[in-house]
């Protein structure tokens, strides 16, 4: 039996939780390690790892957890700067847990068509057009009977879900009798994109599927996360047969996006932190059918040095980056916690670029790097890309405004605003001011979170290694 976790001022059922944190380890001196879909209590998966053993099904309040004043005063002075008009709205999502959306990833390697009818049933659709799933990669090793999730049964929700949502708290009205969505999404989701066999259900309301637990010899039919995660693995574009570097990779959503897009000859997830390399060690294992496991591993080193050890080897790289993680960052435990990890963020775009420049030498030529983040921060986001191209000539970023943010701009805001190229210097950056400049958005795009479309923060660029 399902069950559910209903956001905004609703009891929460859910597997019973402890009230603890993963503390996961330093790795290269810099304390960014949570993934894109972290927040206080946001990332469903560390929500059932805390709970994963309890299979009590229990009623609690969610406890709320203040903002950390000096993270939030350190973002207030420079989002407003970068981001202009867009700061107010997205620092009211970031403040508002409650109002957090999550996407519902599909696992085609399990046995889902419950799921979809269940997700459809409530309100959710697909983000992406659809292509059919290979009937060869589906196994039985789901053993999770479908007959036991029909629609409608054992439905996730209860029925008076949306009369529960205050009104006011949507800026996309819900209609309390139906699950009618509002018009503009009604349409098919962006034809202009590619079809893929990557099945993303998104909501447009703050509901929150319930996660699975993990159970030993049973595929997950699905993992949650902030849908704006996966435009960079769009972004990458992988086609069966190629070799993929995933460089900074736990605890995985993003490898598992990529083994749902196609099937690479070889996926190599590294993760040089061991409890963070233990946690994607056991995503893939609950996703990924062991026929996979020739193609997809794991490994432990050093982002920055990886180049140098298998230069030229891969057809795609993926570098999602450690950042200062705007969500979890805000609700750093304590003011101490906010201010060392103010303190460490001067670091990163060091750092950042330090993995860039190691996934584009780890690239073959004519192959494809995607850098992304999960921070609104230009300092890690545009100036690091625009840093590495000045001292790359063989790098050649590619526009990503039509590919990505035009045929997706109904479901997730893009900011509009520039780079500021005559900024004063950026920490540990050069001021933007390299061949590229003259074309700002092709360093990348940003995904801004707003009321209503809470996705993000997402950055994300592509760059080709010249032939
Ligand atoms: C934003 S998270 C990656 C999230 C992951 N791609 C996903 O989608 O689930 C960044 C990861 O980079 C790792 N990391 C930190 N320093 C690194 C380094 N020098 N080389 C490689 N990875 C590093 C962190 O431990 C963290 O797991």
């Known amino acids: 039996m399902y069950n559910y976790m209903l956001s905004r001022h609703c009891f929460l059922l859910t597997i019973c939780l402890k009230p603890r944190r993963i503390a996961p380890k330093a790795v290269c001196s810099v304390s960014c390690y949570t993934g894109p879909d972290h927040g206080p209590d946001a990332d469903p998966q560390l929500r059932e790892r805390r709970g994963a053993n309890k299979n009590q099904v229990t009623k609690r309040r969610r406890k709320e957890r203040p903002s ?5 005063d350190n973002f207030d002075q420079q989002y407003s700067q970068e981001l202009g008009d867009l700061w107010p709205s997205a620092r009211a999502v970031l403040l508002d847990p409650h109002s957090w959306q999550y996407g519902v990833m599909l696992n085609r390697f399990s046995a889902v068509t419950g799921i979809t009818q269940i997700l459809q049933s409530q309100g959710f659709y697909t983000l992406l057009p659809q292509n059919s799933v290979s009937p060869l990669l589906c196994n039985d090793f789901s053993t999770i009977s479908n007959s036991k999730h029909q629609a409608g049964k054992d439905s996730p929700f209860p029925p008076d879900y949306i009369s529960k949502f205050p009104p006011n708290d949507f800026p996309l009205q819900p209609d309390s009798s139906s699950h ?21 259900y998104i909501h447009p309301y703050p509901l929150h599927f319930p996660s699975q637990a993990h159970r030993p010899g049973q595929l997950k039919q699905y993992y949650l996360l902030n849908a704006a995660s996966l435009l960079p693995v769009l972004a990458l574009n992988v086609t069966d047969g190629e070799k993929v570097l995933d460089l900074c ?21 590294n993760e040089p932190d061991p409890h963070r390399r233990d946690w994607l060690s056991k995503t893939l294992e609950s996703f990924l059918p062991p026929s996979l496991t020739s193609r997809v591993t794991v490994s ?10 298998e230069t030229g080897e891969y057809d795609k790289v993926l570098v999602d980056a450690p950042c200062s993680n705007d969500r979890s960052w805000l609700y750093s435990s304590s003011s101490q916690q906010g201010e060392q990890r103010l303190k460490d963020r001067a670091r990163l775009p060091a750092l950042q670029a330090q993995l860039l420049r190691s996934a584009l030498t780890a690239v073959r030529p004519g192959g494809v790097v995607v850098y992304s983040t999960c921070t609104l921060s230009s300092s890690e986001n545009y100036a690091v890309v625009d840093s590495v191209l000045n001292d790359c000539p063989e790098a050649e970023p590619e526009d990503l405004w039509e590919e990505i943010a035009v045929p997706l701009s109904k479901y997730f805001t893009f900011s509009h605003a520039h780079p500021d190229l005559d900024t004063p210097q950026k920490p540990s950056l050069r001021p933007l001011n390299g061949s590229s400049s003259s074309n700002p958005r092709r360093l990348g795009i940003l995904v801004v979170p707003q009321p209503g479309r809470t996705w993000g923060p997402m950055f994300l660029s592509r760059i080709r290694r010249r032939k």
């Not at 990779?249 to 083994?259: C, D, E, F, N, T």
């Not at 432990?300 to 050890?309: E, I, P, R, T, V």
């Open 68 to 72: 950390c004043q000096p993270v939030l």
């Open 180 to 200: 009618v969505l509002p018009q503009d999404l009604k349409s098919e989701p962006s034809l202009s994109l590619p079809r893929s066999t990557l099945q993303c």
């Open 249 to 269: 990779s736990a605890p995985g959503g993003k490898a598992l996006a990529i083994m749902q897009c196609a099937t690479p000859a070889l996926l190599c997830c």
């Open 300 to 309: 432990a080193q050093d982002g920055c040095s990886f180049g140098q050890s």
